[in-house]
Structures are given as C-alpha cells and as structure tokens.
C-alpha cells in the first residue's frame, strides 16, 4: 500500500475508498445479512436503515455483544469527536445517527469523548478555538437526543484542567494513560498511525487517550462489561490497538460497529471540513440548497435528450448517495432509483429532493439544538451516574 492509499484517522485519501479491500486489510467483518437478521431478531425491529443499506457494513465481533446481550450480560457504547471547527458536517452525523440507534434499542449507557487535546496537535488550532469549538460541538452531539441518564461526556483537555467536584467520573485517567503508554513501542504505533520523525511528542502519545475509553475500568462508574465502538471505518486503527492491549487492563477486547463515509459533495472523498463546499449542521436552508444545487456531482447524462433516453447513474450521482443515508422511506428510496435510472427523473429533480430531505434534518436539528441550555450540558458531563 503506497502513503497516498492509505487510511489512518488523520488521512482518508479517495483512492483508498475500496471499502472491501480496507475490511481485508484492517482485518474486521463484513456485517452480512445473518447478522441483520439476528440484529432485529433480538431487538425485535427492523433493523437501522444505515445498516439494512449496506452504510454501516463493518464490525468486531459485534455477534459477541448480541450473544452476551441475549445472556442478559452487559455492554456500554463508546464515541468521540475531535473539535475542529464550529459546526459538524453532515458526514460526522452518520456515527452519531448509529449511536442513538444503538443506544435506543439496548438501552445501554454512551461514552462521549471530545478529542480536543487532537485537534490541538494534529491541525493548526490554538487551544482556546479547540475548546470553543469543543463546547458548540457538545451542543450539536446533545442534539441528537442521547439519554442524559445514560449518557456521559467528557474532553480530553477539560479533564486534565479542571476536575469537577474533584471527580472526573475518570479511573485515575493519567495513571493508566502511563500504563498504556508503556505497553506501546514508537515502532507499534508508527506502524498503526503512519508516524515519523517530524511527529510532535503529544501526537505519540495522543492515541493512548482515544483508547483507554474502550476498558470499562476507565470510568468509575462502569461495572464489569464489555464496549462496542460505533464510528466509521477510518478510527479502526484505535480500535485495533485497543484490543491487543486489552488483557493488560483485565478487560475484554472491545468490539466495534464501522460506517463507510458520506461522500464530499464533488464525490471526491469522504465529506470533511477541508473539502470544498462541506454542508455543516449550522448552514442556512439556502446555503444548503445552493450548495446541493451548485457542486453535487451528478450521475445524468450530459444532455436532456440522452438522459431521458439511457438514464442516470444513481452509483456516481451524489444527491442519491445522500438520499440513501438520510431518506429513510425504502419504497421512495427505490421509487427515486428506478425513475433516475430509467431516465423519468432528471437531476435537477433529485437534486431537489435531496436539498429538502436535508433541509429537513437540518431544520429538526437546529430546532432541538436551540432547547439546549447549560443545566442540560452540565447533566451530560456530571460524573454522578453510576450505569451498572
Ligand atoms: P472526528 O471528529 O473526525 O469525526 C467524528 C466521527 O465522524 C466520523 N466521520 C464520518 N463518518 C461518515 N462520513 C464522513 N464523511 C465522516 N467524517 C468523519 C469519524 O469516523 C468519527 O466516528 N478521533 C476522533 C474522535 C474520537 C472518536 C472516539 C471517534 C474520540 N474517541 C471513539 C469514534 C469513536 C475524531 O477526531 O473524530
């Protein structure tokens, strides 16, 4: 694999998008449809569209968590996000989107790391916007309608600064963080995260802070149980790590739940904050629409005459691919393929659909968002919660 192939948590190049080939090589599982089967046999509904779609496709031993599920034996959830800007991106949505799912339908408590002690070392932030954005960002994650009793958040640098109550709801976070630390040569995690001689001495170190969360005995507030990761596929390298060294804390390897990523507008790439015209969470309905209506790339024919004629490709058009992650009604869904693939629809009508689909989302969104005041922040971050 050259450098420009591969995929580390800081690097998605789009020549390494081929999904099956990353699965081979990072060594995970497909989800098939026996695991969506078993998925809502034991939930007892349908199964996420995100995964009936093939949009979340990944896992490690994800047929673990349910077995131990069925046996009544407990798991918790764990996510993050790495503040970089003011605003998510509708692509950061989609391991959220899961999460809420996951959360629902287990009803099992949520870590929440912000990462940004990350976004402080990887990209150039000073501290003071890293935390400004870490704060917005916690808004929107709250967003998504997690349940505070159930749900804990906490920064990386907020951690380390001020302990609230003199309880971080953190196991002597900076004792194990040594512990790990210890445990990984420069030579493993270069191999894992692609470092060099030009690294700074706080990236090294930073993935030792991404993994601890996956140990239950990390929280103080955890009992003995096992953790599923849900993100998209480019954290797996953590992940990864996290399991080899699980024994070390008398913990289980964590198992993990993988999206692929929602294209950027142009489909070059996964969608993110340095690619051109990203849409954020706090984009205006008619930024989004212009946006849509001015750069999604698209699947139809470069004339009418020939459109209506041999019909578009849904694969390569970007308003469809949207549509697939965030139209939840399957028989539209199909109904919307079957007229652009026969040509019936033209672009510009799916590309209409798509700006109200996501003009929708946006709209609920911003209207949870605003009912968000500090008491309810303060809830997700306190430490007094005891899962299990
Ligand atoms: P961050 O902030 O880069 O991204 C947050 C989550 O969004 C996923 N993601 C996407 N998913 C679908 N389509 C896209 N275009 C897309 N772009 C990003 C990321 O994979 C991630 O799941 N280091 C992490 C923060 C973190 C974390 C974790 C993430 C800390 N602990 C545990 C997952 C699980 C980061 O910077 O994510």
Redesign the pocket.
């Given at each position: 694999m050259t450098e420009k192939d591969k995929v580390t948590?800081w690097n998605v190049s789009e020549t390494a998008l081929n999904y099956d080939k990353l699965i081979m090589e990072f060594g995970c599982k497909k989800i098939d449809d026996n695991l969506i089967e078993r998925i809502e046999k034991v939930t007892g509904k349908p199964a996420h569209h995100l995964i009936r779609r093939g949009l979340v496709f990944a896992h490690r031993d994800l047929d673990q968590i349910l077995d131990r599920f069925e046996k009544n034996e407990p798991f918790y959830l764990?996510?993050?996000?790495?503040?970089?800007t003011k605003s998510?991106?509708i692509?950061?949505?989609?391991?959220?989107l899961l999460s809420k799912y996951l959360q629902d339908m287990f009803d099992v408590p949520l870590v929440i790391?912000?990462?940004d002690d990350?976004?402080f070392l990887f990209k150039n932030l000073d501290i003071e916007s890293t935390k400004n954005f870490a704060i917005e960002n916690v808004k929107d994650i709250i967003a998504f309608g997690f349940n505070p009793e159930k749900t804990f958040i906490f920064s990386n640098i907020d951690v380390f600064d001020k302990p609230k109550n003199g309880d971080t709801g953190l196991n002597n976070f900076f004792q194990r963080e040594l512990m790990l630390s210890k445990e990984i040569s420069f030579n493993e995690g270069s191999k894992i995260f692609g470092f060099d001689l030009n690294s700074n001495l706080g990236q090294i170190t930073f993935p030792v802070r991404?993994i601890l969360?996956c140990y239950f005995n990390t929280f103080n507030f955890l009992k003995k149980c096992i953790c599923l990761?849900?993100?998209?596929?480019?954290?797996d390298p953590?992940?990864r790590l996290a399991r080899d060294k699980s024994k070390y804390f008398g913990c289980d390897k964590p198992a993990c739940i993988y999206?692929?990523?929602?294209?950027?507008l142009r489909n070059l790439g996964?969608?993110?904050n340095s690619a051109s015209h990203t849409i954020f969470l706090d984009d205006s309905l008619e930024e989004v629409a212009t946006k849509i209506h001015k750069y999604a790339f698209s699947g139809g024919k470069d004339t009418l005459a020939e459109h209506r004629e041999f019909g578009g490709d849904t694969d390569k058009d970007t308003a469809f691919q949207y549509l697939r992650y965030f139209l939840e009604d399957d028989t539209e869904l199909k109904t919307i393929e079957m007229a652009y693939r026969s040509g019936k629809m033209t672009s510009k009508e799916m590309k209409q659909r798509c700006v109200e689909e996501i003009q929708a989302f946006i709209e609920e969104f911003k209207k949870r968002r605003a009912s968000i005041n500090q008491e309810i922040i303060d809830g997700f971050f306190s430490c007094n919660k005891r899962f299990y």
């Open positions: 948590p764990y996510t993050g996000r790495g503040p970089s998510l991106h692509g950061h949505v989609i391991p959220f790391q912000i990462t990350e976004k991404q969360p990761v849900p993100a998209a596929l480019d954290q953590y992940f999206s692929g990523f929602l294209p950027s996964k969608m993110s």
